[in-house]
């Protein structure tokens, strides 16, 4: 199909795509949320993840620190696992698109994925390995991460490809985005508040239920698990899959399908400049579990909070997401944020000279919220548009496809982000007496997302 051409001001627009919701046979608001829901499985263990390095390369003058690897090599380990399972989810989007059950396209690749994702995330934190075996742990870190990020593929990417195809309108895309990212917000806040404090007052210990933990770590990941059992469930149960139906020529084979998803001209200038920017992103969320001893002499309990009041900022701000899109435009919008939060990101070693350093640090965390919660609803948005555009080219609906070019690219980004953050402690150091390899993961995003908003500036749909 002949490609829509863009308008005065270079941008494609989309055209109208179906009836308005009630006439299009949309999702009912009952289902919407519980549907937004399964966000909650996806989102649940993202704390606790961002402190693996943490439980396997504490910093050495940490109360009771006992490191299982070296920093750096951790860091290289976690991005195995994100590479392999990047290759993953373009094979997973390929097979859920073509896919034909009883049950529907998404939801057998749901239900196989969820048991496997948390067996493996209970795995990486209950660790059998001591310190003194460093190569078993390798081992063990990196097939565990590799399996645990291929499962969290076959959970997640059927789940984000059903958004486009219940949600056919912007405006009813947005609200479920919004829902979705509510159901983030109010998880990551809850795990990132008891989060630092469970691991502070659980360091030696403790006993719930008659079970004994060796650390903090282990009874927040069992609760974790069994919420992403719980609401890949809920969510499975509200979605009523669209039938589909084969074009007369096909399916287009995975090669075809792969650089047919490249050819769309709204692709590439949305996703290269994310992932660029969450290998930033994630420099600095790694550091995070480091700055509360090491930079602000407190403990994990205030780093934690930290990273809450990001989220819990970011959830103020939904409420007015609707009103900024009507009036400045998604691609304005999704850029100002990728352009702040860059800014926001490279202050962060104002910390260290502020005089009131736990104050700066809550402060400027608090103020990323505010991108934050524009990009976390415009990205679903924003892609779920670059889906429609390639049906109105190809006559296709490859929702999982796109949402696994999608993640080959990001979870790439994902692994790097604590790779250069772990090798920025080895070599400038992640302790109290040498932080600046702590610091310098602030300017080394901001550099980053810098670069992710100028290629951003040719994305071509309004």
Not at 158 to 173: C, N, S, V
Request: proline share 8%; hydrophobic share 55%; aromatic share 10%.
């Amino acid at each position: 199909m002949t490609p829509a051409a863009p308008d005065d001001e270079g941008a494609v627009p989309l055209s109208p795509h179906g009836a308005p919701d009630s006439a299009a046979g949309e999702i009912s608001p009952a289902r919407a949320v519980a549907y937004a829901s399964g966000n909650v499985a996806l989102d649940v263990a993202g704390p606790l993840l961002s402190w693996l390095p943490y439980l396997y390369a504490p910093p050495a003058d940490a109360p009771g620190a006992v490191a299982l690897l070296p920093a750096a090599t951790v860091g290289a380990l976690l991005l195995v696992g994100r590479v392999v399972d990047g290759f993953a989810e373009p094979v997973v989007g390929f097979l859920s698109d073509r896919a034909r059950t009883r049950f529907g396209r998404r939801r057998p690749f749901m239900a196989a994925g969820a048991p496997i994702l948390v067996l493996t995330l209970l795995g990486l934190f209950f660790p059998p390995f001591g310190p003194g075996h460093p190569f078993e742990t390798s081992i063990y870190l990196v097939t565990l991460s590799t399996i645990f990020w291929c499962a969290f593929t076959m959970v997640g990417a059927p789940y984000l490809a059903l958004l486009p195809e219940i949600a056919r309108t912007t405006e009813t895309r947005t609200r479920i985005a919004s829902l979705m990212t509510a159901f983030s917000v109010l998880v990551i806040v809850t795990g990132n508040l008891v989060l630092g404090p469970l691991v502070a007052a659980w360091r030696d210990g403790v006993e719930i239920l008659g079970v004994s933990f060796r650390n903090g770590f282990e009874p927040q990941a069992v609760a974790a698990g069994a919420l992403i059992l719980f609401f890949v469930g809920v969510a499975m149960s509200a979605v009523r899959e669209r039938p589909i139906d084969v074009p007369e020529g096909g399916h287009l084979s995975f090669r075809s399908a792969v650089m047919e998803s490249v050819r769309n001209p709204a692709f590439l200038p949305l996703v290269v400049p994310l992932s660029v920017f969450l290998i930033g992103t994630n420099v600095v969320v790694t550091a995070v579990p480091y700055i509360g001893r090491s930079i602000l002499h407190a403990t994990e309990a205030v780093a934690s909070v930290g990273a809450a009041l990001v989220y819990l900022v970011a959830a103020l701000v939904l409420p007015f997401l609707r009103r900024l899109v009507d009036g400045h435009g998604k691609k304005k919008l999704y850029g100002l944020s990728l352009l702040v939060m860059s800014c926001q990101f490279a202050a962060l070693p104002v910390i260290a000279i502020s005089p009131w350093p736990v104050a700066t640090y809550l402060v400027l965390l608090a103020s990323i919220g505010v991108p934050v919660g524009a990009m976390l609803v415009l990205g679903r948005v924003l892609i779920s548009d670059v889906i429609d555009f390639d049906e109105q080219r190809t006559g296709l609906r490859r929702e999982a496809m796109y949402f696994g070019m999608q993640g080959l690219m990001t979870k790439v980004s994902f692994g790097v982000g604590p790779l250069i953050a772990t090798q920025l402690f080895t070599i400038f150091g992640n302790t109290a007496d040498r932080p600046l390899g702590i610091l310098l993961c602030g300017p080394a995003a901001g550099l980053l997302g810098l670069a992710g908003w100028a290629a951003f500036r040719r994305y071509p749909l309004a």
